[in-house]
């Protein structure tokens, strides 16, 4: 079945900012990787040192990230390199996090898969970091780094260092490599209105969660205070895992605390920004605005707008772009420069935007298509955008609800069903292409050769599986319209009642979009040559559609009696 694409984000630091050619020929080699999209290359004069951040499907970012280690491996001499950065390899450090659909414990897999075949394939010392690492003492990287690429010769031969893979021997040329698991980290800077790098600073020692040291006397210029082991003693900031620093920025003439969030899920991009704004305002400043440097998940976008729409006490369940906009709005993130979600959220800059997608038509042509002389798109997928417009009207009952004047404290109430109704909507949505790409999918495999023996067996099976397939996607979409008759009663029955009509118009969608899918899953189940399955399907489909007709009755006797009274 359709399942949500998992998403892992590569950020390899290569010890080489000056030549250009040298990096350009590291970055073609994770171009040419197909599934993998470069999202930027950060090449650092001082530091000689470019940050390099591609994002894709967890084995092509692997892959990806292995040949640009083999590509630096061959280009960059390390025993001529120096550089502002802490450094030990060619290909310093590469850290794989996740971004969409894939648990931290997964991505550790992979991050270990890849330094593996680091060590086996290239014969480069290899240390596993942060949540891919295998002993404690490695999780922190500046512990495998101790030393740098001097320190490696005699690092190497001391047993307590033994790499985790590769071997333990001095390429002089190379170095070493770190490879690691780690969360997003999102850099963020938060717009001051004051020119003052000072009091910039103090906001973000009082949020970062090392704080500030503690001080005798004068709590600026005092003596550091000590414990009896002579350690200084440090009071730390309100914010975990955010580290920050104020600056003045020349280009825009103000100060910023200038923020890295090392874990967008224990300190979010909102509560960064409400925090940094709540201390601000204590010392007599304004926070104006912020921005996002590089790019950002969607789900760190969406958090954000779905918490400042909860503070208004308005409905969550409204498209995606438009909670994109209270984020935006609500931080100041266009202060500085538009902010352009197609090019800063990771999921919208991989969308493949060929215009090739039925749902990317207007209306006018996707009817259109669907009236042409080609046999896609039919009756399976009208089934799936009926079924989408009735979740949509249901959707636009709970929006009209949770915002009616005087029914101010149901607003949660009617936010949660307004949620659910556009869950069914979005999935619904996806539906109307799977179910072209599905028919597509059978006339390509009645297309392979049938030569010989072997190729009629392949073309035998393509042809079943695509059939399966055939039978699933159109059964999906009649659960899924059943189960979004759940909304539209909800709406029907307890909805503004000025929309009720139009929580019934959605009934009658939905019924149609069940009914009709049944009609795509007889057909093709006709095809199947197991029977057993077959039949399961379309008794299944059956009861599917009586339970449909039923809620369907129920749906429409209330809204004739609210209509009529």
Not at 32 to 51: F, Q, S, W, Y
Not at 203 to 212: M, P, S
Not at 335 to 362: A, N, Q
Not at 427 to 456: C, H, S, W, Y
């Amino acid at each position: 079945m359709m399942s949500l694409k998992k998403l892992i984000e590569c950020v390899p630091n290569f010890s080489e900012g000056r030549d250009m050619t040298i990096i350009k020929q590291i970055t073609d080699e994770i171009e040419a990787v197909e599934g993998v999209k470069l999202i930027d290359v950060d090449p650092g004069k001082a530091t000689n040192r470019t940050v390099v951040t591609f994002v894709g499907t967890p084995d092509e970012v692997v892959e990806a990230a292995f040949r640009a280690t083999r590509k630096a491996m061959e280009l960059i001499d390390m025993s001529k390199h120096h550089g502002a950065h802490p450094r030990f390899g060619a290909t310093d450090v590469c850290p794989l996090v996740p971004v969409a659909n894939i648990t931290m414990d997964e991505v550790v897999e992979y991050a270990r898969k890849l330094a593996k075949r680091i060590g086996e394939e290239l014969g480069i010392p290899v240390y596993c970091y942060e949540y891919a690492a295998f002993e404690e003492k490695r999780r922190n990287l500046a512990n495998c780094r101790a030393g740098e690429y001097e320190g490696l010769p005699k690092k190497l031969q001391d047993p307590a260092w033994k790499p985790d893979f590769g071997p333990s021997q001095f390429i002089p040329k190379t170095g070493a490599i770190a490879v690691g698991a780690r969360n997003f980290l999102v850099a963020y800077n938060v717009n001051l209105n004051t020119t003052s790098t000072r009091r910039a600073n103090a906001v973000a020692f009082d949020i970062r969660e090392k704080g500030r040291p503690m001080r005798v006397g004068n709590p600026v210029t005092g003596k550091i205070a000590t414990d009896e082991n002579g350690n200084e003693i440090w009071v730390p900031g309100s914010l975990k895992a955010c580290k920050a620093i104020g600056w003045f920025i020349d280009e825009y003439g103000i100060a910023q605390v200038s923020i890295n969030l090392t874990d967008i899920t224990v300190t979010p991009i909102h509560v960064a920004f409400e925090e940094a704004s709540k201390k601000a305002a204590e010392r007599g400043l304004r926070v104006t605005g912020s921005e996002i440097v590089g790019v950002v998940p969607l789900s760190a976008m969406l958090e954000a707008g779905k918490y400042f729409l909860r503070k208004q006490q308005r409905s969550l369940g409204i498209p995606d772009r438009e909670i994109i906009k209270i984020a935006v709005k609500s931080m100041g993130l266009d202060e500085l420069y538009p902010f352009d979600p197609d090019k800063k959220i990771i999921e919208y800059i991989l969308e493949e935007k060929t215009g090739k997608k039925l749902v990317d038509r207007t209306l006018e042509g996707f009817t259109q298509e669907t009236a042409s002389e080609s046999p896609a798109p039919g009756g399976g997928s009208i089934s799936a955008a009926m079924g989408a417009f009735g979740a949509a009207l249901a959707t636009m009952v709970a929006n009209l609800s949770s915002h009616k004047p005087g029914w101010d404290d149901r607003w949660e109430e009617f936010s949660n069903w307004a949620e659910k109704g556009k869950f069914f909507m979005e999935q619904l949505i996806k539906m109307v292409d799977e179910d072209t790409a599905a028919f597509n999918r059978i006339m390509d495999a009645f297309g392979l050769p049938k030569g010989t023996d072997e190729e009629k067996a392949a073309r035998t099976k393509a042809i079943q599986d695509a059939t399966l397939y055939a039978i699933e996607v159109p059964f999906r979409v009649m659960n899924l319209c059943f189960e979004s008759m759940e909304v539209i009663k909800a709406m029907a029955e307890h909805g503004n009642p000025n929309s009720v009509s139009d929580a019934g118009v959605g009934a009658l969608a939905a019924r149609s979009a069940v009914m009709g899918a049944y009609l795509n899953v007889k057909i093709n189940a006709s095809g199947l040559k197991d029977k057993d399955k077959a039949n399961e399907f379309i008794s299944r489909g059956a009861e599917i559609v009586k339970k449909t007709q039923q809620m369907e009755a129920e749906i429409l006797s209330i809204v004739e009696s609210k209509i009529m009274a």
